[in-house]
Structures are given as C-alpha cells and as structure tokens.
C-alpha cells in the first residue's frame, strides 16, 4: 500500500514531515518512484572517452556499469549477473572489451549482451537463448555537455526537457570555454549517517548556513584567494533560482561594470582571463552570472566555484553514499587545474574543512529525527514565502539567495512524484524483462 505523501509536505504553508528523513516505506517508496523514474547522474564523458572505457556508477541503490563500448556507444547496464546476481565488473574504472562473472563465469560485451557461457553444450545442450540474457540495459541515457545522465523509465521525458530551465544555469559552468568540461582526479566515495535529502537540500538552495555552520573554516582561510582583493561586493546581488522540476541554484549576479567577480590569486586571476571567452560563449546576461551550490533534482549537485561536482546515494533512510569529483575546464592551463584540485581538497572532499561542517548537521539532524516525539514535529521551511519574482532576463523564479523557494520547490516536486503511480514505464521495464524469459 502507497504512503500518501500530501501529507507529509506543505509548500504553501511551508512545513515538511520529518518522516521524509527517517521512515522506511517513505524511502521504499522513494527508490521506486523517484530513483527508479528520475534522470540520475551517471558519469563524466571524459572518464570514459576511448572504446572499451568503463566506470562504475549507483541509480539509487542499483549498481550501474557504465560503458563506452567498442563502436563508441555509451551504454549503461545493472552490474549484475544475470546467472546469480554476482557483480560482472568489480573495478570502479577500466578499459575492457568483455566482463566476465567471477562466480561461474558469463562473459558479457562491452555492450552488455551474453557472448560466452561456460558449459554451453556440455551443460545447457545449447538450449539458452543467449540474446534474451544480456546485462539488463538503463532505459534511457543521454548526455548534457559531457555529463551522462540515465533514467530506467523508458518513458521519460527527454533529458533537455527533464533539465529545463536548469540547464541555462548549468552551461556557466559547463560550457563556458571551448572544449568544456573534464573530471580529474578520481572519485572520492565516503559514506553519512544522514538521510541523501539533507545534503541535496542543503545545496539546492541553502545559503543560510554559510555564515553560521562554516565561519570557522571561513576564519581559517582554508580556501583559495581568501584574503586577497576582491571586487566591490556592492556590485553583487546574491540570488536563488528556483529551475523548476526540483533544481535548485544558488547564484551571484554582476551589476557592476567589469566582466569578472572573481578576486585574485592564481584562481581568481585565471576567472578575469577567461571572463571574455565566457561571455561570448553565454552571451551578455548569462555571463554576468556566477553559480555557487545547485541540485540537479534529485540526488547530483555541484559547486562551481569549489570545482567539485557529486551524487548524494541513497542507502536507507538513515545512510547516504556521497561520490564526489573534482571537475576543472578542459582548456585550462595545469597549474590552474592543480589549484583547482587542491583548492576542492581542502573544503569539500572527504576530509574537505567545509564538507565535515555540512556532513555534522545533516547527521544529527538525522539523529534527532528518529526520535519517537521528535519525529512528530516537521521542519519549518517558511522562509520568505511568496518573495519570489520573476525576471524577463533570466529563467527560473528568482529570490534573494538567503529564502526557502529553492527548497519549497525540491520538496514540492518529490511530493508530486512520491504521489503518483510510476504507471506503464518503470513497471514495463520488468514486464519486458520477464517477456524475455
Ligand atoms: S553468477 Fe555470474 S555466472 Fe553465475
Ligand atoms: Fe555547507
């Protein structure tokens, strides 16, 4: 039986129930109709750019493998054996024209179809319909600007129109020098007593917390360029960007005269050296905007000026799997892409200075809600209802950045899908499957 989730979340009067973060059928419920239907992030096209190229990748709780196979076709496929389950690919990257199961041995293609079995005749008497056991392909993938997205719904909307508005604000980032974007790096992977919603919330659209949470980090001075000259603040207008669909964005818009907001230092000087290319790239009113933290509804996020992007995993109500990358502009020079790097260490990795204020709050938020009176309590998510507006220039509802919409606008949009059947597309998935059998 459905849990109806009209009540559990009230944009209007701006309350969510606490059982989003701590009840299990709410996240049953929430693998199946969110994760399960949703554009998931997948992948960088950089880390698998030759045939053959793999990575590993989670929707929800699934394991994915992600493939460039030998034609050059990005695919991606349950990384589980279709025998017993065994997982076919237990590297996190690689290069590999075949997976072969370590348990009795199925061997699949780099596009995921069963080309060997072992015993074939001995044992099957050639009576396997290999083609109907292929590795169980995700309905549908895409890429934007080098991110590759994946959905199990076949019928989903179109990435594009999945994105919507959000995808203006991604392109700052994303395509503002010639050749894009690139992960370097690595992937950092650490695990949080904490539900994934407090982390995808967080950086949708909160900018509350940063002077309060972060200000010791801030006093140290652990982040690149602080204490070197900046531009005139006067001249910013901090904003949120509500993208519709659950996206979030937090920015900063330049009303000032010069092209860049960056300050000094290696970094910021290499903003004010690009910031021409940039604004013919985004054009005059795109170009007068910077991102800070956005969510991709409903579990990727980045932070465009900490270079880092990555996906909050579900893993129970109570446990969230955090994979992080740092991804730099492909066309910068590489003591800027060190920078870069270094410069995400040190706040928002695994053991980044701002990442363990963040993982505290939302652990014990988590903590606190479990609580038998606790829980019965939601949370308040008023914060300056109705201040939104909307702006001819830029797309999205716009609100000073320190506001709720952001957030009203994530959970109003999982209320919506947490309440609706997922109907012929996820559920045909398994129909088709069983078809094959
Ligand atoms: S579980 Fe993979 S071959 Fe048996
Ligand atoms: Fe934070």
């Known amino acids: 039986m459905a849990i109806s989730t009209q009540s559990l979340v009230d944009t209007e009067s701006g309350l969510v129930d606490r059982r989003l973060f701590v009840d299990g059928e709410v996240y049953e419920q929430e693998l199946e109709r969110i994760f399960a239907r949703c554009w998931l992030y997948l992948a960088h096209e950089s880390q698998i750019p030759n045939p053959g190229d793999f990575v590993s990748a989670y929707m929800g709780e699934d394991p994915i493998l992600v493939v460039r196979d030998s034609r050059g076709q990005i695919g991606a496929f349950l990384n589980t054996c279709r025998h017993r389950g065994m997982r076919v690919c237990r590297a996190d990257e690689g290069n590999a024209a075949a997976f072969t199961c370590t348990y009795h041995g199925w061997t699949y293609g780099n596009d995921g179809k069963l080309v060997g079995v072992p015993g074939y005749k001995e044992y099957y008497y050639e009576e396997l319909d290999m083609e109907r056991w292929g590795l169980v392909p995700v309905a549908q993938v895409e890429s934007y600007k080098g991110l590759i997205f994946g959905t199990f719904d076949p019928q989903a909307p ?245 506001n709720e919409h952001n957030q009203r606008g994530f959970y109003g949009r999982w209320a919506q899908l947490m309440g609706e059947e997922t109907g012929a597309g996820v559920d045909g998935l398994a129909e088709r499957l069983q078809s094959h059998c």
């Open 158 to 402: 179109s990435l594009t129109e999945y994105l919507g508005d959000m995808a203006y604000y991604l392109d700052i980032l994303l395509d503002r020098r010639e050749g894009g974007t690139e992960v370097i790096g690595g992937v950092q992977k650490w695990t949080m007593k904490c539900n994934w919603k407090f982390a995808a919330d967080n950086f949708a659209g909160d900018a509350y917390h940063v002077p309060v949470s972060h200000i010791s980090a801030h006093k140290v001075g652990s982040l690149a360029g602080e204490g070197e000259p900046r531009p005139d603040p006067l001249r910013f207008e901090r904003l949120s960007a509500n993208g519709g669909n659950g996206h979030g964005i937090l920015l900063i818009l330049n009303r000032g005269e010069g092209l860049s907001l960056a300050g000094g230092g290696l970094l910021g000087n290499y903003m004010t050296s690009i910031a021409t290319e940039a604004q013919g790239r985004l054009g005059p009113q795109r170009s007068r905007l910077a991102t800070s933290a956005n969510t991709v509804f409903p579990n990727f996020s980045l932070l465009a000026p900490l270079n880092t992007i990555r996906v909050w995993h579900p893993r129970g109500p109570d446990r969230a799997e955090v994979w992080a990358w740092c991804i730099v502009d492909k066309a910068a020079p590489a003591e800027v892409k060190e920078a870069m790097r270094v410069n995400y260490l040190r706040s928002f990795s695994m053991a980044g200075m701002f990442e363990q204020d963040d993982g505290e709050n939302w652990n014990e938020c988590t903590k606190t809600s479990q609580g038998l009176l606790a829980r019965r309590y939601p949370f308040n998510y008023q914060m300056g209802r109705g201040r939104e507006r909307h702006d001819e220039e830029y797309p999205g509802s716009l609100a000073p950045n320190v």
